[in-house]
């Protein structure tokens, strides 16, 4: 499956696509399992994102270029390029998420889930890009965001890489059914005779290679113990 939805903002300045849930019939592809949201956002002025989670949800929140601000209550964390916030739903007491008037573009990622993640009692844990490991081959670099081995902790249900491709190469996808998401940031990918471009997520439905060229950027999320790459 692939789909591309439209620009959309939330009535403020933040636009961002959103890939689920189906909030409109033309809006969404509606998979939530174990994934509740995705959204790919854009600010270049200062704006809110007022509610991040539903009750008995977690959000990661990841900054692709610029800064952005996470607070709820009297804490407030600051975000920069690579860095990443993991924070749990609160009935009473919801985080928000401010974007500054600077010259350089805030771009970030917002990855909602079910409860499955390791949090402090401080229900808001930043991590900066040093706590997100790297892993680099003459083909492609991995960070690793989320995941059992690397990144933000969880608890192996959920895992979430970013990879740069430096020259052309591939990689299969072991039976996904539909717990597996590749989103592109940039340049584009292929799978037998489909061609996925940017800001397109592609939902493998069986078993595939993906051929990735030189100069593209994925985000990858696994959401189940039968995807593997």
């Not at 270029?65 to 009297?74: H, I, L, N």
């Amino acid at each position: 499956m692939i789909y591309e939805p439209p620009l959309s903002s939330d009535g403020g300045r933040i636009m961002f696509y959103r890939y689920f849930p189906r909030l409109k019939p033309s809006i969404g592809i509606g998979l939530t399992k174990p994934f509740v949201r995705l959204d790919h956002f854009y600010s270049n002025t200062p704006d809110n994102i007022n509610k991040l989670a539903s009750p008995g949800t977690s959000v990661i929140l990841y900054m692709l270029s610029g800064d952005a601000s996470v607070k709820r209550g009297e804490n407030e964390f600051s975000l920069d390029t690579g860095s990443a916030a993991i924070l749990r739903s609160l009935e009473k007491d919801h985080a928000s998420v401010t974007t500054p008037n600077r010259s350089v573009k805030s771009e970030g990622i917002v990855i909602e889930f079910h409860d499955h993640a390791k949090i402090t009692a401080q229900e808001i844990v930043p991590a900066n890009a040093s706590a997100m490991p790297s892993y680099e081959t003459e083909e492609s670099r991995e960070i690793r965001i989320a995941g059992k081995w690397g990144g933000i902790e969880t608890n192996g249900f959920l895992s979430i890489s970013l990879l740069d491709y430096l020259t052309h190469s591939s990689f299969g996808v072991v039976k996904p059914g539909h717990s597996m998401m590749i989103l592109v940031l940039e340049g584009w990918i292929s799978s037998g005779h489909e061609n996925i471009v940017k800001d397109q997520i592609y939902i493998p439905e069986e078993t595939v290679n993906i051929d990735c060229h030189r100069g593209t950027r994925l985000l990858v999320l696994s959401g189940g113990e039968n995807a593997t790459t």
